[in-house]
């Protein structure tokens, strides 16, 4: 589809997310993604699909230009503002009584890995009012601190200003 994320390992390449982390799950079993405990590791399930299935398609940027060409420019920034809320909404709910000083406890597992550029994306790029998210944005800062998340983080920001794909922020400060 010509899409990023794509984990080139060797000779193997694996394209999208959620089959690069079994991928990764599968090679390096040390850093288990899931924790043992089965309720835990179902909060992990459904935040991670919360994001990847509920908020992250309604918000790539081909769906958000492609609204901005049938709708209007001035529906991008609404559209991508209201999915993120909802998804948001749901989770807030969903690790209220599960979170830690991660996601879903005091370890980083999976729901961190899709909860980090979520959040990155919806605070920096899509600019949504976190009011209403304490818990989302006391885990954005938290990743924000952590060295693991740091990196990657600070990739993605600069791809948001940098390459033409992701010219949203500069459309709206047209
Ligand atoms: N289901 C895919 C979605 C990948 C995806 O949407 N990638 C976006 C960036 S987050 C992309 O490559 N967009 C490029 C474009 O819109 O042209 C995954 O989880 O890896």
């Known amino acids: 589809m010509g899409y990023v994320p794509a984990l080139v390992d060797g000779t193997t390449v694996v ?9 990764l799950e599968e090679k390096y079993p040390q ?15 459904q935040a991670a699909s919360i994001v990847s299935s509920s908020i992250q398609p309604l918000q ?13 420019p001035d529906e991008k920034l609404p559209w991508a503002q209201y999915h993120i809320g909802k998804g948001f909404v749901a989770l807030e ?15 980083i597992y999976l729901a961190d890995l899709y909860l980090a550029p979520q959040l990155d994306n919806a605070i920096n ?16 800062k938290t990743y924000n601190e952590t ?28």
């Open 15 to 23: 394209s999208d997310s959620y089959a690069i982390l079994l991928y």
């Open 31 to 45: 850093h288990a993604l899931l924790p043992q405990d089965l309720v835990r590791k179902s909060i992990n399930y």
């Open 60 to 72: 790539n940027m081909v769906l958000v230009n492609y609204i901005g060409e049938i709708v209007s």
């Open 93 to 107: 709910i969903l690790l209220a009584n599960y979170a830690g000083k991660y996601a879903t406890g005091d370890e």
């Open 125 to 140: 790029r899509f600019k949504l009012d976190m009011t209403a998210f304490p818990l989302l944005l006391k885990l954005n």
């Open 147 to 174: 060295p693991s998340f740091q990196q990657i983080l600070a990739e993605t920001q600069q791809q948001h200003t940098d390459k033409s794909a992701f010219d949203f922020i500069k459309l709206q400060e047209a």
